[in-house]
């Protein structure tokens, strides 16, 4: 059962600058600032970071099978790169998607729109068909979430983790029971614990200690479906 989100936004704008707010009801004032989430989001220039973003698909392309599915998210500004990427390649472009999230962080700059959208494509690998389980039902290319969900985060959190409820529609449409699932840049391991939860297997990568504890501690909670259990004991 997927956690229910915070409706209202996590944070209040005071002179102060902005006042954040938390599961246990208390709450810390911050200066408005471009946040840091470390070492492995910065790039020199937009330039450096395509070029890192081409080596990364060429890789994940490199161990994905024929028919195999990448879902990714990258900035709006990249979406034509990638897709022209993959469309080079001989590979199958098969949809662009959004994140609209209910709550967006306000701006840092009052010079343009609040970033309610975060942007994703998803696209298949050649040589064989992809799975698409259309029998689930019909879903919007559009995926509507708040931004915090205090019950995914009670064993700490990731500065982009992405909700549950993001992640769960693109996976079970996309990926068949028991198939194995690659996320190589896990962070708090949300995608492994979407696989988990449901019936697939997963690899999940990530460098950062404090993230891959994170991850595993998020896994532990976890339950493996019923029909998991029997099939492993078979």
Known sequence: RLARPVERPFFALSRAGVQYRFQDGESQASRIRRPDFGAWDRFDSPATYRAWLVRALDEMLRVLKPGGVIALFCQDRFLSAVIEHFESGGHRFINSFVLHKKNPFPLLRKVGLMHALEYGVIAAKNGARHTFNFQLGYQSNCLTAAVHYPAERRCGSHPNQKPEC????????????????????????????????????????????VYFRLARRRLAAVSLPAQTRINRNK
Not at 180 to 198: H, I, M, Q, Y
Request: with cysteine; hydrophobic share 45%; glycine share 6%.
């Open 166 to 209: 993001v992640v769960e529609p693109l996976l079970v449409r996309f990926s068949r029971e028991n198939d194995l699932v690659l996320d190589p840049f896990a962070g708090s391991g949300t995608t492994a614990v979407v696989a988990k939860r449901c019936g697939r297997r997963f690899i999940a990568v990530e460098k950062e200690k």
